[in-house]
């Protein structure tokens, strides 16, 4: 069956793809969330239900973006120059986005009022089909929507309650000195960039990339701070496909200011991105998190430390594209 995310080909609903050459971005045939949907209009319920059983209706609209035209170029196979390319795409598309009341919108490169004002802008990819991504072609998925989903939720009330606790100081900042100046979770580092098995990690080799300075979205970088960017995503893909030699699985995505909110929620807003790979030993062995993980707390497997020291020895060029490789 043909790819329905190559060049030229017919996607699933009907609709046919251009030929592309650079990243190409489609609303999603299958979007999870609807622009357009009936009100939830609340049910004639008791206190009770009112109280325990509570539900809010959502709209937004999903995006598909390939990473390149190849059917079979992952990040970790990409250019620095194509990676730069993706990293265009998302910033231009969150732009496009951004409530003309938030500070954002003085750096925006869109001039664009968004027709419907979303609130928040989920830019990710779910890597292999470890991790239920249903078409090999490398890509990534954009969910826009009118709430603020409950992770970064979390994280802009902690970054909040440190900036203000902490005299205008930027929670994520200090953290990223901090494990650059401890270097024992320091996985790789350039100008503008950190990327760590942060201290509280979850997942075996799971990672962060940080901004080295404030920096609250991507709008706020130079095209210098693109290409870095860029590295740093090249070097932990490549990394991560190094480590057991082959195709890693995980889910990845972009944290950042959210496109619609409070003067003060935008400035503590601090651009980092996650990534969640479930190896754990090998290619074929992955972590679970069950039983007690699931009831009381999560467990490493290995520590952060060690799995910082053995991505450390991964780095440099890409396992498959060594000589004698097929």
Not at 117 to 124: H, L
Not at 161 to 170: L, T
Not at 282 to 306: C, H, N, W
Request: with cysteine; hydrophobic share 35%.
């Amino acid at each position: 069956m043909a790819c329905f995310l190559c060049p030229g080909n017919e996607r699933a609903q009907g609709d046919h793809n251009p030929k592309y050459d650079s990243p190409f971005m489609f609303v999603n045939d299958y979007s999870a969330v609807k622009e357009f949907q009936e009100d939830l209009l609340p049910k004639e319920e008791d206190d009770l239900s009112r109280e325990l059983l509570r539900a809010e209706g959502v709209t937004g609209k999903c995006y598909v973006i390939t990473f390149s035209p190849a059917h079979n170029l992952t990040l970790a196979d990409l250019k620095i120059t194509d990676i730069k390319a993706v990293i265009t795409t998302w910033t231009r598309l969150y732009s496009q986005y951004i409530s003309p009341s938030s500070p954002l919108s003085q750096v925006s490169r869109s001039a664009a009022t968004p027709q419907d004002q979303y609130r928040w802008m989920q830019i990710f990819e779910n890597k292999g089909a470890a991790m239920g991504c249903s078409n090999p072609h490398p890509h990534g998925q954009v969910w826009t929507t009118t709430s603020l989903p409950e992770e970064p939720a979390t994280e802009l009330r902690e970054l909040l309650k440190y900036r203000e606790e902490h005299g205008g100081k930027h929670l994520l900042q200090d953290y990223a000195a901090l494990e650059q100046r401890k270097n024992e979770r320091v996985v790789y580092v350039n100008e503008a960039f950190i990327t760590v098995c942060p201290w509280w990690a979850t997942w075996p080799y799971e990672t962060m990339i940080i901004s080295k300075t404030h920096k609250r979205a991507l709008v706020d970088f130079t095209e210098t701070e693109q290409i870095l960017l860029a590295e740093a995503l090249s070097d932990i893909t490549r990394r991560y496909d190094n480590l057991f030699e082959t195709h890693f699985p995980y889910s990845m995505g972009i944290h950042q200011a959210p496109l619609s909110g409070t003067k003060e929620e935008i400035e503590a807003s601090y651009f980092h991105m996650h990534f969640y790979p479930p190896l754990l030993r090998s290619a074929s062995v992955r972590k679970f998190l069950v039983g007690y993980e699931m009831l009381a707390e999560p467990q490493r497997d290995i520590t952060p430390e060690q799995a910082a020291e053995k991505l450390q020895t991964c780095g440099g060029e890409l396992y498959r594209n060594k000589p004698g490789q097929i």
